[in-house]
Structure formats: C-alpha cells, structure tokens
C-alpha cells in the first residue's frame, strides 16, 4: 500500500520560502509521476508542479521561476522548494504520485494519480 506524508508547512511572510517534503512508502512503479498540487479554500485542487521517472518536470504557469521540485532516486523522498511566496500561495500542499500516463502533461489534473497525502498547510501573510 503506498503511504505519503508531506511536511515542512507553516506560516511566512511574504517573500519568505519553505520547503516542503514529502515521505513516500510502498510506491514500486518503476515508470511514474510524483507531484505537488494545492488547494486554497473554495477552489479547486491545482496542478503546482510535477516530475517523472524520466526526471521530466513541469510547472503550473503560476509558479514563474519560485519553486523547485525534486526527487531523489529511490523515489522515496519529494520536496518542492518555494521562494518569494505570495498571500495567493496559501493552501493545503499535496504530494501525489501515480502510474506513468500519457500524455504526461496530464499532470496538472489531479484524476491522474492514485495515491495522495493528507497535505500540509502553508499561509502566507502579506
């Protein structure tokens, strides 16, 4: 059974970074997707970003050069980098992972992955 457990949320003002992670178990794919998406109060959940086992990444077009996203090679570990945050960043954070799909840029719609966790909040204070 694949388990993901995200951390690393928290309060910050703008400006400020954080970096989540994301600690994945029982997820054996060796072709697949992780990613990160987010979900504000009485919006939908959104697509932030996404890397495949090919080390392709995508960005939502939002994110604009402030967050980065990686992975280490057992795929056990997914951490997004966030810089220069806004009061628009604030959200729960998801980690996500699933299957290799096609086409991979799929990836922002959250039907395409299996497994989730139980996301991380992040506020961002102007």
């Known amino acids: 059974q694949v388990h993901l457990v995200e951390s690393g949320g928290g309060s910050v003002q703008a400006g400020g970074s954080l970096r989540l992670s994301c600690v994945v178990s029982g997820f054996t794919a060796r072709k697949h997707c992780m990613g990160w998406f987010r979900q504000a109060p009485g919006k939908e959940r959104e697509g932030v970003a996404a890397?495949?086992?090919?080390?392709?990444?995508g960005y939502a077009n939002f994110v604009k050069g402030q967050f980065t996203i990686s992975k280490n090679n057992a795929k056990t570990t997914l951490s997004l980098q966030m810089t220069l945050l806004e009061p628009e960043d604030t959200a729960t954070y998801y980690c996500?992972?699933?299957?290799?799909?096609?086409?991979?840029?799929?990836?922002?719609?959250?039907?395409?992955?299996?497994?989730w966790g139980q996301g991380t909040q992040v506020t961002v204070s102007s």
């Open positions: 890397i495949d086992s090919d080390g392709t990444i």
């Open positions: 996500a992972c699933a299957r290799f799909f096609w086409p991979t840029s799929d990836w922002t719609q959250p039907g395409k992955f299996a497994s």
